[in-house]
């Protein structure tokens, strides 16, 4: 049973460029959030993905945009990068059905915007 | 919004307990989560508390005052592989947003 699967697994851009990045969930799960972590500092939260939809948004531009395909994947795309942008960039899914349900995480697209 | 404060750094012994403080601000949650993540790699569950009290997993416990806006982690047997940070979560919103904390990097010493 694969477990969170990322690509990839990293990439240098330059400021001003677009990136996206890409997702494929735990079997059996079908709700995937997106978080941003600097280092040394916890995940920050993105935006979270359900029935392809965005369903829930943290306090992030709107440089920050994704996607939900019908086989639950979900890309994560950032436009006109920023330096500021330079971070590991986790992938967490769970189903949608269970209250308190662990986040199971890939092991994240570390990008470097120079 | 939502805000969850935790130590940065906390050094123990081989062999002891520790006890990893988190506080936390929100207008309404689900439960508290604890997630462990080694440099390098991705943050693991540890645990999670709905209700008040004591959750037990093996040598690791969580425990949540909803009253006090407070949990903790308490790990036991510390073992040399248990050196890595912690992060206490909030579960909330409709579809199960979880909002992560500071962090407390643990290293356990020999």
């Known amino acids: 049973d694969a477990g969170v699967t990322q690509s990839p697994t990293h990439l240098i851009k330059t400021r001003g460029q677009q990136v996206t990045l890409r997702c494929s969930p735990k079997?059996?799960?079908?709700?995937v959030s997106w978080y941003q972590q600097a280092l040394g500092q916890g995940p920050q939260f993105i935006f979270q993905?359900?029935?392809?939809?965005?369903?829930q948004r943290g306090n992030f531009p709107d440089r920050f945009s994704g996607h939900q395909f019908p086989n639950y994947s979900s890309e994560l795309n950032v436009n006109a990068l920023l330096l500021g942008d330079s971070a590991l960039y986790l992938c967490?899914?769970?189903?949608?059905?269970?209250?308190?349900?662990?986040?199971?995480f890939g092991n994240g697209t570390r990008l470097t915007v120079t | 919004g939502q805000s969850l404060e935790q130590p940065s750094e906390v050094t123990a012994v081989e062999g002891a307990i520790v006890q990893i403080n988190c506080t936390y601000q929100t207008s309404g949650f689900y439960g508290l989560s604890w997630y462990q993540q080694h440099d390098g790699g991705a943050p693991t569950f540890l645990s999670y508390?709905?209700?008040?009290g004591l959750e037990e997993t093996g040598r690791f416990s969580s425990f949540l005052s909803r009253s006090d806006s407070y949990g903790y982690l308490l790990l036991q047997e510390l073992q040399m592989k248990d050196s890595a940070s912690y992060f206490c979560?909030?579960?909330?919103?409709?579809?199960?947003?979880?909002?992560f904390g500071t962090g407390t990097k643990l290293q356990v010493i020999p």
């Open positions: 993905y359900y029935e392809e939809e965005e369903r």
């Open positions: 967490a899914s769970s189903p949608s059905y269970r209250v308190g349900s662990p986040l199971h």
């Open positions: 979560a909030l579960n909330s919103g409709g579809y199960q947003k979880v909002t």
């Open positions: 508390n709905a209700l008040d």
């Open positions: 079997s059996g799960h079908d709700t």
